[in-house]
């Protein structure tokens, strides 16, 4: 499940609504819905994202949240790595080859290391 499927779920959860409700209530499919909370189609529209929190009516940072979250929920994604060094063609390749067998903790090391700017315990590595 993405990230986008579980806040939604969440959502629907919060308000009590049914996939095929919410999917009446956005003009769209409850089979687009489903793919979309099973992670089987990519981020939805902009103006999707916008029914959706009007649907809610969620206060602007829900919305924003919500937003960010749809971002990067694609679960299909493309790594260009043109124009880079061939280790890092080669380390995306190898990411993508062995990312299902990556654990919880594999992958919140791998995070950390992402949003501290490539530096461990604060430390270059």
Known sequence: MTP?????????????????QMAAALN???????????????MPSFDLL????????????????????????DPRVVVDTSGLPPEYTDFANRLAKRIRSLDSADIARLSALLENGGKVDGKAS
């Not at 969440?10 to 609504?17: E, F, I, M, P």
């Not at 916008?50 to 929920?73: C, H, K, P, T």
């Open 4 to 20: 986008f499927a579980e806040a939604v779920r969440k959502l629907r959860a919060r308000k009590g609504v049914t996939q095929k």
């Open 28 to 42: 769209v499919s409850p089979a687009y819905l489903s793919a979309l909370e099973h992670g089987k189609r990519g």
């Open 50 to 73: 916008q029914r959706i929190a009007g649907y809610f009516n969620i206060i602007w940072d829900e919305a924003e949240e919500l937003f960010l979250v749809a971002g990067s929920s």
